[in-house]
């Protein structure tokens, strides 16, 4: 174990090595798993207590009820306190978050799981406090991106609630459960060469897994000179961590949906006031107004600016689906000049746009949409300044825009890649493998057992094969993968990967043969990634599918964990 090399301020650590509160947590959890498998009848000395990961794939709601499921059918077979890390991607950490609001989770699971249950088949967050949240967003920080309006506009949605808590609230909580893992991806790392794009998060730290660069939890977001720490940023909260974990649109085909969503947005920020709305309506309106709008959001210069942001997103949606956009082109147009009297600068006419060829009308769009919000810019104030910016967000598909912790530091060790830009952009993992492999992986956790819960939708093999190509290719311990041919349409729900000095890999298809019977494919359908948030009774019934996978291989899980001690 290398010693740590502090850097600057002391908040950034270069080093393969776990974060010395990380490692005194192990000590004091290996007593936990000690005493669980003496529960179990398990053989084991203090000595030879093994380092077991729980791991969940990434799913949307699906993985989050799915992981919930399975953690109580654990408790219930009395494995769950033989588990060292649980770590997840995407919807898994939406999971997490809710689990570790409560101190000591594991150990009244039950009413836990009530409680979450309750929230996720309650009513959503009230758009007056999503509005509120996303203003505070959009103020706070140096750097606003899609991350903020998804995390406010659409994982409110599925978790109902804005958890403002932050990660290193939690420190102090960590006494009785796993220790947490999340992760998401370096974006630019992920598309260029010579970076590193595994990132993980935990209430200590956050930083490269395999590079080993690290910055204290508090300050990821807050810039840094050479080490230094120039200028903090407020942490933030778990909903933006749910929003950055769990971005799976991040990716290229996510952008008509994005679209649409702020579509919806500028429709509920400006809602008619000649309608017929309730009284409770029309003052939620008001508190918006008052809160948002620093002149009378009947003003021409509001219902105008509105009007150009609606325009210009109906606009984009209707050159994203190869459809002629004149004539929001000329309202937008006729719009802007009204607005600006007639000193508009909106140079790019509809005439030279060619629909049919994707990639040209693309970047016209790009610089349109970035011409336009320029032309509003002096108009842009509350709402429309949020909506505009989002605009500008999504023309250049900016995701998860941070601080480099890491920015002009001298360090050889650090891939030169990572030194050079002030900002990162971070993403859903499951964009690049859909479980969280590599983080968990690192040499210095000496993991002697993966249990993995696979929530992806399609393919059920597809992330473990892949963490194995991965892992191969960057000379990580994995045991080879091989999957009987005719399990490849007709999972079934237990798999064992062995290998010579490589961690054991236990793999638990979500949907399989012995769950669902004949019925697997419709399952997938049923419960689909991108729906709207499941009914009480669907929660209930995948939480009871999921659940089975491990009641049902409870002697199983028990002879993997008895083969891995000492």
Excluded at 166 to 193: A, H
Excluded at 271 to 292: D, G, Q, R, W
Excluded at 509 to 532: H, I, R, W
Aim: glycine letters at 6%; proline letters at 4%; one cysteine or more.
């Amino acid at each position: 174990m290398s010693a740590s090399k502090l850097q600057g301020s002391g908040e950034v650590r270069i080093a393969h090595s776990l974060h010395k509160k990380e490692e005194e947590f192990v000590v004091k959890r290996r007593e936990t798993v000690f005493q669980s498998l003496q529960k179990l009848n398990i053989p084991c000395s203090q000595n030879k207590v093994p380092h077991i990961a729980l791991l969940s794939s990434g799913g949307g709601q699906r993985a989050m009820v799915g992981l919930l499921g399975s953690l109580v059918q654990l408790d219930k077979a009395g494995l769950l306190d033989c588990i060292l890390y649980l770590s997840g991607v995407s919807g898994s950490t939406w999971c997490m978050a809710s689990l570790y609001q409560e101190p000591d989770w594991s150990t009244k699971l039950e009413t836990v799981k009530d409680k979450i249950i309750k929230r996720l088949s309650g009513p959503g967050v009230s758009w007056g406090d999503a509005y509120e949240k996303l203003n505070k967003y959009y103020n706070e920080r140096d750097f606003f991106s899609l991350t903020d309006f998804w995390a406010v506009m659409v994982i409110t949605t599925y978790v109902k609630e804005i958890d403002e808590h932050t990660l290193t609230d939690k420190r102090s909580q960590l006494g009785k459960d796993p220790f947490p893992i999340y992760t998401v991806n370096d974006k630019q790392s992920k598309q260029e060469k010579g970076g590193d794009p595994w990132f993980e998060i935990t209430p200590y730290e956050a930083g490269y897994s395999l590079t080993g660069a690290f910055v204290d939890t508090s300050s990821f977001g807050s810039q840094f000179d050479n080490g230094s720490k120039k200028k903090q940023q407020p942490e933030m909260d778990m909903l933006y961590l749910q929003g950055l974990c769990g971005s799976a649109l991040a990716g290229e085909d996510g952008k008509e949906l994005i679209w649409r969503k702020l579509q919806d947005f500028l429709k509920q920020s400006r809602p008619k006031t000649e309608t017929k709305t309730s009284e409770e309506m029309k003052e939620a309106c008001s508190y918006l107004f008052n809160v948002f709008y620093s002149e009378d959001p009947n003003s021409p210069h509001v219902e105008k600016g509105h009007q150009v942001l609606m325009d210009l997103v109906d606009m984009n949606v209707c050159v994203l689906n190869g459809k002629d956009p004149s004539a929001f082109h000329q309202s937008i147009r006729k719009t802007l000049n009204d607005l600006t009297g007639g000193k508009s600068q909106l140079i790019f006419p509809t005439e030279k746009l060619n629909v049919a060829d994707k990639e040209a009308a693309k970047l016209y769009m790009k610089q349109y949409t970035e011409d336009v919000c320029n032309d509003l810019s002096q108009f842009s104030f509350g709402l429309l300044g949020i909506a505009s910016s989002i605009s500008t967000c999504m023309i250049r598909w900016i995701w998860g825009r941070n601080y480099n912790f890491l920015h002009r530091m001298t360090d050889e060790s650090v891939p030169s890649a990572l030194l050079k830009t002030e900002m990162r952009d971070f993403e859903d993992a499951g964009l690049l493998l859909n479980s969280p492999y590599i983080s968990v992986l690192r040499k210095e956790r000496n993991l002697d057992l993966i249990i993995s819960l696979d929530f992806s939708e399609g393919d059920p093999f597809m992330t473990v094969r892949e963490a194995a190509e991965k892992c191969k290719k960057l000379n990580i311990p994995f045991p080879e993968v091989n999957i009987p041919s005719e399990d490849l349409k007709k999972p079934k729900d237990f798999y064992v990967f062995k290998g010579q000095n490589t961690p054991t890999v236990i793999h638990i298809p979500l949907f399989n043969v012995v769950n669902c019977g004949d019925e697997v494919e419709a399952s997938m359908n049923k419960y689909s990634t991108f729906q709207d948030p499941y009914s009480t009774e669907m929660i209930t019934d995948l939480m009871e599918v999921a659940g089975k996978n491990i009641s049902n291989n409870r002697e199983k899980l028990k002879e993997q964990i008895a083969a891995v001690v000492g």
